[in-house]
């Protein structure tokens, strides 16, 4: 007996904190079967078999409800079709109260009001272009290349050797959108696709922390928007605007992006999705190569559909590969020349003497260029420009104590932190 | 991954749709539910003679029944409040300078490689892991056995004595009684990869089931690799490799468990942009596999020795040639993290001793 109590006890916090779940529920799973519009036959056969309140078929498959009470499983779809509509609606775990989700969806309307004609003049599509802000690096060389950082409605594909530097710059730019509006940035959330378990959290936390710290230290005294952008503007609310997704094999990818619809509905906010990386599931274990040619065509289809229909951005990261051709062998994008054409933007990542190197090598606007970078504790960031030379000597990636703000940093995030000469 | 016939029938039955469209599947009689997703929406139509509306809603209700994975925003991460497969622990390695240099560890789950030349202490560092996996989680601990496949050398079965003796001087009494740390690591010796693959297909799932183990070690992956392959069966030894380290990678998230593969250096020959120092020496087997691994490091021996009396405050490696050229002196080795995403690349000291792997201040 007093091992039963025990028991019992321990589970009791548990139950209570699923209880405080399920209560405001509660009414709507206690609701009576017989109050849902269905035919008297189906009714009487429920109330037969035993089914009167919500809560006896919300768990049910529909064949089993079929079987269980004798009814083609057509109706039995129907009926937990009409059922589980009825308790979502108050479920406590949808996180957008309906006035919220409407008034921000109406401000997606208000966006782009030419949303529901299919077809737009060019100057239009300039205009948007004109007006849509980018996605800011925290690299000013990088933004600069980018014509700005990195757009909307556009795929940008991020290539490079392992340990270079695309998993930072992916956090990175998870955390950059969200940087609010009256800070010059997009104000939006992410989600992030992790195939290859790189994503750490202590990582994105270092980057959220200096951005943070940053804002604070350009944010204007006297600018009551950005003091109130301010004062809600923490690690932790950066954190929880980063959605992460796990894929375990290719199938579960496809699967996802199927989904992808119906997620971004849910999380209205999402401005960018990152997919860190596409290659990973695609390079192994895989015969036949007009499938996976086939498979990477189709995804790329769905992206930028997404990407355009959302207003968002897509930014993928791809592996490196050997190519052995007839002269010296030399390192190209993986997946083959076909997904070349997938992406709008492709960017090359590459070490050379010691130093981080970004190389613009497709883009529909800015011409190829290459610039250094560098990956410290903060995060991305340029290299100082003066102390190029030098840079080469210290290895990159290194803590660097947070700069003052310069006095005309204010309002630009694009003149971003940059070690004064006197620092090392 | 659906192989099973009748499972998947059932699976296909129990997908909430219209029997209408779940007829239709049946008569073209898709294998798998990836077939499915394998085929754009066009194709689907065409081949179930189904509507678009039809064949939307197919499409996304067998994407729902195939991607059910948890999701969790990057601070439910943090914190440590997501499902229990998400997590994101570390192994620590059970000297706390080493962990600090690490930032708690070797990450779990995910694969890291100990790269470094001959006697550079990386089978050291992988018997010292192999007896602190077994500690319990409080105590940085995965609170499991480990799996030790030796391809390269007989596996110091000695040495192991003599770490397991030092480290229950550690431990406090009620936890060394509990725990039998040499009952605890399971020893393969493998000669071939295919019997490596068939280890890992088969007979490490079944450990890992029981979840007896919670570290896996592979030493080394390249002995085997770099002897199997003539030089013109480069890609194929790609392939071999990467579903290799698939397969590892799998294991590692299915079951949470950190992966280590050790690995031998090959002279550098070319300047190309992979290294970011122009090392004269680099991790073997290729870019194939640096693409498979999460965190790199590499080992080596630096030109200083240490005298390897217990020194509570041991000097720095500069100062280290100083003391008196004793009998008994150690070499200190250094670890670099390559990559990591969660480390800058660094470099520390250590040296191994009686008692296993000790990093210098």
């Known amino acids: 007996m007093f091992i039963h109590y025990v028991k019992g006890h321990q589970v009791l916090p548990r139950t209570s904190k699923h209880f405080r779940i399920y209560a405001q529920s509660k009414t709507k799973m206690q609701r009576d079967l017989g109050s849902f519009p269905l035919p008297p036959v189906i009714r009487v056969k429920l109330k037969d078999s035993g089914f009167s309140v919500v809560e006896d078929v919300i768990e049910m498959k529909p064949t089993e409800l079929s079987r269980e009470i004798g009814i083609s499983k057509e109706e039995s779809l129907e009926i937990l079709k009409m059922v589980r509509e009825s308790t979502s609606s108050s479920l406590p775990c949808q996180p957008k109260t309906p006035s919220n989700s409407a008034s921000s969806s109406s401000q997606r309307q208000q966006q782009h009001p030419e949303g529901n004609k299919r077809t737009v003049t060019a100057l239009e599509m300039l205009r948007y272009e004109k007006s849509s802000p980018a996605i800011v690096t925290f690299c000013e060389d990088l933004d600069e290349m980018l014509g700005g950082g990195v757009p909307l409605c556009k795929i940008t594909e991020l290539c490079g050797a392992p340990g270079v530097g695309k998993t930072q710059t992916c956090i990175q730019l998870a955390v950059d959108v969200q940087i609010p509006q009256c800070f010059g940035g997009v104000e939006g959330e992410t989600i992030y696709i992790d195939t290859e378990g790189s994503f750490l959290p202590q990582r994105a936390a270092d980057i959220a922390v200096a951005m943070v710290g940053h804002c604070r230290r350009i944010a204007d005294t006297n600018d009551e928007e950005q003091q109130t952008a301010l004062a809600e503007f923490s690690m932790e609310k950066l954190l929880s605007g980063i959605h992460c997704f796990r894929c375990h094999d290719y199938t579960e990818l496809l699967a996802l992006v199927n989904l992808l619809p119906e997620i971004l509905d849910k999380h209205k906010k999402v401005k960018l999705i990152v997919i860190d990386s596409i290659a990973f599931h695609f390079r192994h274990d895989f015969d036949d190569f007009s499938l996976r040619t086939r498979l990477l065509n189709g995804l790329a289809q769905s992206l930028i559909k997404i990407a355009s229909d959302y207003r968002l951005a897509v930014v993928l990261t791809n592996q490196m590969t050997t190519h052995i051709g007839n002269g010296p062998s030399h390192l190209i994008p993986a997946l083959g020349e076909s997904w070349g054409h997938a992406c709008t933007i492709r960017i090359i990542l590459f070490w050379k003497d010691n130093q981080r190197y970004a190389n613009l090598y497709k883009s529909p606007n800015k011409q190829e260029m290459t610039v250094p970078y560098q990956i410290t504790m903060d995060g991305l960031r340029s290299v100082p420009r003066l102390e190029n030379e030098q840079a080469s000597t210290s290895t990159s990636f290194r803590h660097d104590e947070p700069q003052d703000g310069n006095e005309d940093d204010h309002l630009n995030p694009c003149k971003r932190l940059r070690p004064s000469e006197n620092q090392r | ?361």
């Open chain 2, 1 to 361: 991954m659906i192989t099973d016939r009748r499972n998947y029938d059932a699976e296909m039955d129990d997908l909430e749709l219209n029997p209408r469209i779940l007829a239709a599947c049946k008569k073209v009689n898709f294998a798998s539910f990836s077939t499915i997703l394998s085929l754009s929406s066009a194709d689907l139509g065409r081949r179930t003679k189904l509507p678009a509306n039809d064949v939307r809603t197919l499409l996304h209700t067998v994407s729902e029944k195939v991607y059910t994975n948890p999701s969790a925003t990057a601070l439910e991460l943090y914190h440590g409040t997501c499902h229990q497969s998400l997590r994101v622990s570390c192994l620590r390695t059970g000297c706390e300078v080493l962990d600090g240099f690490l930032r708690g560890g070797i990450l779990t789950p995910g694969i890291t490689e100990i790269a470094g030349e001959s006697a550079a202490g990386k089978t050291q560092l992988c018997m010292q892991l192999c007896l602190s996996v077994q500690r319990s989680t409080e105590n940085g601990g995965l609170a499991g056995g480990a799996v030790y496949i030796c391809t390269e050398d007989v596996f110091p079965s000695k040495r192991l004595h003599q770490l397991i003796q030092n480290f229950q001087k550690k431990l406090d009494a009620t936890e060394c009684r509990q725990l039998k740390l040499g009952d605890n690591i399971f020893i393969e010796h493998l000669s071939e990869i295919d019997q490596l693959v068939h280890c890992i297909q088969y007979r490490i799932p079944l450990l890992l089931k029981q979840s007896q183990v919670k570290l896996i070690v592979v030493d080394s992956v390249a002995a085997l690799f770099r002897c199997e392959f003539s030089p013109g069966e480069a890609a194929k030894r790609a392939k071999r490799l990467q579903s290799l380290g698939a397969q590892l990678h799998r294991l590692s998230r299915l079951h949470h468990v950190p992966v280590i593969c050790v690995n031998q250096v090959t002279a550098n020959m070319s300047s190309g942009s992979l290294n970011p120092n122009q090392r004269q020496l680099i991790p073997a087997l290729g870019l194939a596999w640096s693409n498979l691994i999460q965190t790199r490091l590499m080992l080596g021996r630096t030109a200083y020795k240490l005298s390897s009396g217990d020194a509570v405050c041991p000097p720095r490696p500069e100062d280290a040639t100083q003391t008196q050229a004793g009998t008994d002196e150690v070499p200190v080795r250094s670890m670099e993290v390559v990559f990591a995403p969660h480390l800058p690349n660094d470099t520390c000291y250590f040296v191994v001793e009686a008692a296993g792997v000790r990093g210098l201040r």
